[in-house]
């Protein structure tokens, strides 16, 4: 199984900024051949593409967060953040981190999901 944790959520006023951290582990994952991303799923709404970041460190973000957010990884830590800014009510979700990625012994990609963690911009 691959592993992944995230941390870093909790509750912000608008305009605040928080860092969201995720690490990852598993028998024949490899992090630093692997995709990554940061997914976010506000209650009642459907689970939505934040920012991604390849092998080659290449970003995409959504729109909403261009400007706003970075993702960046350490493949030393096994671990991949994403860093947000001038936060807004409506970037309140449960924010999940994601890999694709083909496990060593085998020849298609797969994807994994970590448990999420809850952020909240309230005043």
């Known amino acids: 199984q691959v592993h992944l944790v995230e941390s870093g959520g909790g509750m912000v006023q608008p305009g605040g900024s928080l860092r969201l951290s995720c690490t990852a582990s598993?028998?024949?994952?490899?992090?630093?051949?692997?995709?990554m991303g940061w997914y976010r799923q506000a209650p009642g709404k459907e689970r939505e593409l934040v920012a991604s970041i390849t092998s080659g460190h290449s970003t995409d973000y959504a729109e909403s967060a261009k400007g706003r957010f970075t993702i960046s990884r350490n493949n030393a830590e096994n671990t991949v953040n994403l860093d947000m800014y001038n936060l807004k009510p409506e970037d309140t979700a449960v924010y999940f981190c994601?890999?694709?990625?083909?496990?060593?012994?085998?020849?298609?990609?797969?994807?994994?999901w970590g448990k999420g963690t809850l952020v909240t911009v309230s005043s």
């Open positions: 598993g028998s024949g994952f490899t992090f630093s051949s692997s995709a």
């Open positions: 994601k890999t694709r990625t083909v496990l060593a012994g085998t020849y298609y990609g797969m994807d994994y």
